[in-house]
């Protein structure tokens, strides 16, 4: 009876032992797991905080793909050796459950940058003529991960053009952190609507009137001035060939009387202006130019030539007379023959009558005016030295 209950006692003890074993490996592994819970809890924290801070800063994180394996080796999961292994991203933790303890097996990070998928539409901008806008700085992309991140950017002004109306797409480069790549060379672009410019007010000459000359053909009249109060650089020109354009031309912003046309009996012309400023904008103008000549009744009429061939005084005529029309001039020798007449004050008498030269001596003139009726006479004197 004594052995039996040894015996029994024994065998009590003996399970009271194996049981003790089983919950220590149970609780050994409970252990470890709750290890490695709190390590990844740990991670995922350190990850937040990445994540946080480069959102604040404007950079990217790196990538981390929420991946998660678990592996045995040497027993089952729930037995007393074997390894277990978790990925998070790329990072690898792996750990060993012996009888003796846990031992670490080691640590690998590898990590991988983040790539650029697109960069995100920039709402278009105005911008006045001639003034260059305010373009913005940072600008949002989208990586291959679906993150979005602000970055940022330099634009290429080169396409831009603020004195001309219009809309304009500009490209920029990313500023990108060292954390995120570019391979496909992706490029923000923004569309800038340059607004149109007042076109200009007025347009005046400031003077209107010139003195014909019989030996300057370019004669300055007076300078255009634009009242524009946006832009002062403008193209100023003579529209069309009607109205007098012909007679005239324009240097810069001054207006010449540029003709060998003597516009007999003329002392009024009209001109038509056109001036553009840097936008297309247009405003045409009538202008209205008088030329003084002097009275044909106070014209000085020389009386003495020296037709010899020195190059000084060698022939004789009156070319103020060409600003009037209808002039005849005739001369006549002293028996009343006449041996020199013209309609064109521009012609002179070289003291010959059908290319022989005529004597030395007294000859008389007659000039007549049909524009304004006035005949005067007077003597030349004909000298040879």
Known sequence: MIADNHITLLVKIYLIQEERV????????????VQFALRQFY????LGILLCLGIFLGFTPLSAAAQESVHTAGGDFLGSGGSVAFSIGQAVYSHHAGATGIEAQGV?????????????EVAIIQT???????????????????????VGVNWNLSTLNVFKRGLYTLSGSLILPTFIANPSKVESQIRVQVLPKDPPKDLSLSNATFTGSTDNFFISVGAFLVDDPVDQVHEIRLLGKDQDNSLFE???????????????????????????????????????ITR??????????PNTFTPNGDGSNDTWGVPALRFFEQVR?????????????????????DGKQKGKELP?????WVITVKETGETRRGMLNLLRK
Do not use: C
């Open 43 to 46: 991670l995922w924290i350190k």
């Open 329 to 349: 001039i005739q001369i006549y020798d002293r028996g009343g023959l006449l041996v020199f007449a013209t309609e064109n004050p521009d012609v002179r008498w």
């Open 250 to 288: 324009i240097k810069g912003n001054t207006l010449l009387w540029s003709s060998l046309d003597p516009a007999p009996g003329r002392m009024k012309f009209t001109i038509r202006v056109q001036v553009t400023d840097r936008d297309g904008n247009t405003l045409e103008k009538f202008f209205e």
């Open 292 to 301: 003084i000549r002097p009275s044909s009744s106070t014209l000085v009429i």
């Open 360 to 364: 030395i001596g007294t000859y008389y």
């Open 128 to 150: 006045p003529w001639s003034k260059m806008p305010s373009l913005p700085t940072t600008v949002n992309i989208q990586t291959t991960e679906g993150q979005f991140v602000r």
């Open 108 to 120: 690998q990070q590898r990590y991988e940058l983040a790539r650029v998928s697109r960069a995100l």
């Open 22 to 33: 089983r919950v220590s490996y149970q609780f050994q592994f409970t252990i470890l797991l």
